[in-house]
C-alpha cells in the first residue's frame, strides 16, 4: 500500500498525454462539464436544479434523471464505438490512428459505458417513471433509498468519465478477465477505475433490485392482483429479482479482484491457490442473468406499445408472464456456455448447451404473442410501434445465431471472432435499446405533458435499423473468415471493404442519434403544440395513462379500484375512467432530501481515492457515507403533507383540461 499523501497519483501519470485523441477526449469532456454547470449558472438556476430536482425524492423525477445520464452515457459509449470503426476500416496493414494501448481502453469503456451506464440507467429509469403508475401507487416503497441508488449509479459514471481526464481506463475488456486485470499484466489505474465503477454502481442497482420487489409486491392499488399487473410490471418483478441475486456475486467477485490487485491476494492468479476459473464462473454467474436484465424490461415495453398501438388487448397474457418467469429462472441455468472452450467436459458443455437452447422456447412464445397481438389490429404507425417491429425482426435473426452459438462445437469454431460480436449486439441493440427507445417515446408525454415529433423519431428509426444491419451483418461474415474481435490492426486485405461498410454503417447510427437529438429540441420548441391535456394520448390500457401528464406529485388523488388486466380500458369501457371523488384527502410524501447527493458524491471521491491508493482520503469518505446515513436516520421528520384543499386544486385542473378535450 501507497502511503503518500496523494497515493500514486502524479500529473505524468495522471494527464492524457500518451495520444491526441486522448487529450481531444479529455477536452471534450472538460467543456461538456463546464457548458452545464456554465448554462445552469447564467441562468441563475441552481436553486431550482437541487430543490426540484437533485433532492427530489418523487419516483418520476428521479427515473427522469437515469434516462438524462442514460442518454448521455449512450452518446459517451457510442463515440468509442465509432472510433473503433473507423480504427478498424483504416488499419490494414498499418497502426491506423489509435495507439493499441488506447484503443485497448475504448473497447473496454464502450462495453462498460453501454452495459451499466446506459442500459442499466435507462431501464432503471423507465421502470421509475411508470411501474408505480401502473401499479396505482402514489410512490415506490422506499423513496430515500431510490435517491441514493440514483446518485451511485451517477457516482459510478463519473469515474468512468473522470478517467479520460484524470489517468486512463482499463485495457482488459469489460469483462476484466485475470490474468488482463491482475496487477502483473495490468499494473496502472485502468482496471482500478472500471472495478470501483462498478462497485459503486452496482449497489445501487441491487437497492433498486429490493426497491421495486417490495413495491411491486406490496404497493398495488386495491384490486391489482399479479395476475392483473401490466407485462411492463411483471418484466420489472423477474428484473429485479435478478438484480438481487445477480449484481451480489459481481460485487464479491470485483472485490476479490481489486484484494488481489491491492494486497497482493491470489484469488484469480495461479499462484498460492488461486485459479483464474473462480473469476471467470463467478463473473458470468452474474453476467448472462445481466442479459436479461437488460431485456426483459424491454420486452414489457414491447408488450405495452404493441398492445396500445394495435387498440387489441395482448394476446396470451398468462403464457407471457409465464415465459417471463421461466425466462428469469433460466438466465442462471446457462453461464457456462461464455467459455465452452475453457476445459469443462463434454457433459458439461452439452448440458449448458441444451439449457442455452431451451430459453428459446418462452422467447419464442413471447414473439408469438407479440405477432398474434397484432394480427387483424387496428395498427398505428407511430414511433414506438416501428421500434417493436424493428425488434421482432431483428431479434429473431440474432436468436437463430444464439442457437448456433449454443452448440458447443460450432462455438468452438466461432466463440472469439467478430461473430459473436455481431451476436451480442444483435441481441442487445434490438433486444435492450430499441424498447428502451420505445419506451421513451412511447411515455415521454407522460413525463413532460407533450409528445415528441413523430417525423423525427421515425427518421431515428430508420437510420438506427439500416445502420444497424450495415454495422453488424459484415461481423458475423467477418467471423466466418476468422477475423478475432478486438483486433487494432490487421494484414488480411480480404477484411477492409467489410470493416469499411461496417464503419458506414457506424456513421448511418450517427445519424440516427443526431435525428433524436433534433426530435427532443423541435418537440420542446414546439411543446404549446404538443401538449397534452388529457394525460392519455394514445387511448392507453394501463393505469399511467389515467394520470395527467406530467402527473401531480401523489400521482393518483384517490387510488383507483382495478378489476381487469388493462384497468384503464376496462373503466373506459364502463365510463368509470374520470369520475370525480366527493372529497379528497390530505396525502403524505415523502420530503426532499440532499442525503441521497452526499451519500452519491462521498462514493465517488471514495472511488476516486480507491483507485489512485489515497487511502486516509478513503477513509474519510466512507466516514462520510456513514455519518450521512446516520444522520438522515436520526431525522424525524421526513414527509410532507398536501392538504386536500391543494389536492382538490390540482385535480380541479385536470378535469378542467379533459373537459376541454372532450375527455369527460
Avoid at 382495478?562 to 369520475?579: E, N
Wanted: aromatic share 14%; with cysteine; glycine share 10%.
Amino acid at each position: 500500500m501507497d502511503m503518500r499523501i496523494l497515493g500514486r497519483l502524479t500529473a505524468a501519470d495522471a494527464l492524457p498525454f500518451y495520444s491526441w485523441v486522448a487529450v481531444g477526449g479529455a477536452i471534450v469532456t472538460l467543456l461538456g462539464l463546464l457548458t452545464i454547470v456554465g448554462t445552469i449558472t447564467v441562468l441563475g438556476k441552481w436553486r431550482y436544479v437541487w430543490t426540484e430536482w437533485m433532492t427530489s425524492l418523487d419516483h418520476k423525477r428521479i427515473g427522469i434523471l437515469y434516462v438524462i445520464l442514460a442518454l448521455v452515457m449512450l452518446v459517451r459509449g457510442f463515440v468509442d464505438a465509432i472510433m473503433m470503426r473507423a480504427q478498424q476500416a483504416v488499419a490494414l496493414n498499418s497502426n491506423g490512428y489509435l495507439p493499441a494501448q488506447h484503443f485497448d481502453q475504448i473497447f473496454s469503456s464502450h462495453g462498460t459505458i453501454m452495459i451499466f451506464f446506459m442500459a442499466m440507467p435507462f431501464l432503471t429509469g423507465l421502470i421509475n417513471i411508470v411501474v408505480p403508475q401502473q401499479i396505482g401507487a402514489r410512490d415506490v416503497a422506499f423513496p430515500f433509498m431510490n435517491s441514493v441508488s440514483l446518485w451511485l449509479t451517477a457516482a459510478g459514471a463519473g469515474l468512468v468519465l473522470i478517467s479520460l481526464v484524470v489517468g486512463r481506463f482499463s485495457t482488459a475488456g469489460w469483462t476484466g478477465y485475470p490474468p488482463y486485470s491482475g496487477l502483473q499484466y495490468n499494473p496502472g489505474v485502468g482496471v482500478d477505475y472500471w472495478i470501483w465503477a462498478i462497485q459503486v454502481s452496482g449497489i445501487g442497482t441491487t437497492l433498486s433490485g429490493i426497491n421495486f420487489i417490495v413495491t411491486i409486491l406490496k404497493r398495488r392499488a386495491p384490486g391489482m392482483k399479479l395476475m392483473r399487473m401490466p407485462l411492463f410490471c411483471w418484466t420489472t418483478l423477474a428484473t429485479s429479482i435478478l438484480m438481487i441475486f445477480a449484481f451480489p456475486a459481481l460485487t464479491v467477485t470485483t472485490a476479490l479482484l481489486a484484494l488481489d490487485r491491492i494486497f497482493g491476494m491470489h484469488f484469480f492468479t495461479n499462484a498460492d491457490g488461486g485459479n483464474l476459473m473462480n473469476y471467470i464462473n463467478l463473473f458470468w454467474i452474474w453476467g448472462h442473468p445481466e442479459v436479461y436484465i437488460l431485456i426483459l424490461p424491454a420486452f414489457g415495453i414491447y408488450s405495452s406499445v404493441v398492445s396500445t398501438f394495435a387498440a387489441k388487448r395482448l394476446f396470451g397474457y398468462k403464457s407471457l408472464v409465464y415465459a417471463t418467469m421461466a425466462i428469469a429462472l433460466l438466465s442462471f441455468t446457462v453461464w457456462l456456455h461464455h467459455f465452452f472452450t475453457m476445459g469443462a467436459g463434454a457433459g458439461v458443455n452439452a448440458f449448458f448447451g441444451i439449457a442455452t437452447m431451451v430459453i428459446a422456447v418462452p422467447t419464442g412464445v413471447k414473439v408469438f404473442d407479440w405477432l398474434m397481438t397484432l394480427f387483424r389490429g387496428r395498427i398505428t404507425f407511430h414511433p414506438s410501434m416501428l421500434w417493436a417491429l424493428g425488434f421482432i425482426v431483428t431479434f429473431v435473426i440474432g436468436g437463430m445465431t444464439g442457437v448456433l452459438l449454443a452448440l458447443p462445437p460450432a462455438d468452438y469454431l466461432m466463440h472469439n471472432s467478430t461473430f459473436l460480436v455481431a451476436h451480442f449486439h444483435n441481441m442487445l441493440i434490438p433486444g435492450a435499446l430499441f424498447g428502451y427507445l420505445a419506451g421513451y417515446m412511447f411515455w415521454f408525454p407522460k413525463a413532460f405533458g407533450f409528445t415528441l415529433s413523430e417525423r423525427w423519431g421515425k427518421r431515428a428509426f430508420w437510420c438506427w435499423i439500416i445502420g444497424f444491419y450495415i454495422a453488424f451483418m459484415p461481423l458475423y461474415v467477418l467471423g466466418f473468415m476468422g477475423m478475432a474481435r478486438r483486433m487494432e490492426r490487421y494484414e488480411v486485405a480480404a477484411w477492409q471493404p467489410l470493416l469499411v461498410i461496417a464503419a458506414l454503417g457506424a456513421v448511418v447510427i450517427l445519424a440516427g442519434i443526431t435525428c433524436l437529438v433534433i426530435q427532443l429540441v423541435v418537440s420542446i420548441r414546439d411543446r404549446e403544440h404538443n401538449r397534452d391535456l388529457t394525460g392519455d394520448p394514445w387511448d392507453g390500457r394501463t393505469l399511467e395513462w389515467l394520470t395527467a401528464s406530467p402527473p401531480a406529485p401523489y400521482n393518483f388523488a384517490i387510488l383507483p379500484q382495478v378489476r381487469d388486466i388493462d384497468a384503464l380500458h376496462d373503466m373506459k369501457r364502463h365510463g368509470s375512467a374520470h369520475i370525480r371523488p366527493k372529497r379528497y384527502h390530505d396525502i403524505l410524501l415523502p420530503q426532499n432530501t440532499g442525503a441521497g447527493v452526499l451519500i452519491g458524491g462521498f462514493a465517488f471521491y471514495f472511488g476516486f481515492a480507491a483507485v489512485w491508493h489515497i487511502w486516509w482520503a478513503a477513509a474519510a469518505t466512507l466516514l462520510g457515507i456513514l455519518l450521512t446515513a446516520a444522520a438522515r436516520s436520526f431525522r424525524d421528520k421526513t414527509e410532507i403533507c398536501i392538504p386536500a384543499s391543494e389536492v382538490q386544486q390540482i385535480e380541479n385542473r385536470h378535469f378542467r383540461n379533459l373537459a376541454r378535450e372532450g375527455a369527460v
